[in-house]
């Protein structure tokens, strides 16, 4: 049995390192190669409509809130959500070529999905804003906790791809 500190340790950690890789993607989509236009291309490619840029905003959005949000330990499963979302839409539109990363499969957003799903059921520990605030009694409770990650993030995810994603035809070059 650990005790308390080596769980609040271990809940930092796996917070901060979820949070900083999530909030890069949404950095790098804003600030880095072709940011929000380059960005919206590419969603368009994917098959995103009616209008990559919406997407490439709302993506880099929920990427850089849930990522800070992580770090900070602030409504920590809400933020656990948005990663479930985003890895969600991530897996079927650009990683659904395989299972492997290195083939360009979902191996690596599953991976990261799956990890803010625990830690939306395991809580951010006492080393956060939602501790410090109360907010982790009322949020993050168990099956509260996996249920506030899980049901937001897989619907909002599922239903972007329903409502806007096109498949683009298949070519044969």
């Avoid at 770090?71 to 959500?81: E, F, H, Q, R, S």
């Avoid at 809580?123 to 506030?148: F, H, M, Q, Y």
């Amino acid at each position: 049995m650990t005790s308390t500190t080596e769980f609040d340790t271990v809940m930092l950690a796996a917070r901060v390192i979820v949070g900083v890789v999530i909030f890069l993607h949404g950095y790098n989509k804003v600030f880095r190669g072709g940011k929000i236009a380059g960005t919206a291309s590419w969603f368009e490619g994917l098959g995103m409509r009616p209008n990559g840029r919406i997407h490439a905003y709302a993506a880099a959005t929920t990427e850089l809130g849930a990522g800070v949000l992580l770090c900070l330990g602030l409504l920590t499963p809400l933020a656990a959500a948005g990663v479930i979302g985003i890895c969600t839409v991530a897996a079927r539109t650009d990683h659904r070529g395989a299972f492997f990363m290195f083939k360009n499969g979902w191996e690596y957003v599953f991976v990261l999905g799956a990890f803010a799903a625990v830690i939306g059921a395991l809580g951010p520990g006492a080393w956060s804003l939602d501790a410090a605030t109360g907010l982790e009694e009322i949020l993050n409770v168990g099956w509260r906790g996996l249920l506030i990650a899980l049901v937001p993030g897989l619907g909002l995810g599922i239903a972007t791809i329903l409502l806007f994603w096109r498949p683009p035809e298949a070519t044969n070059d």
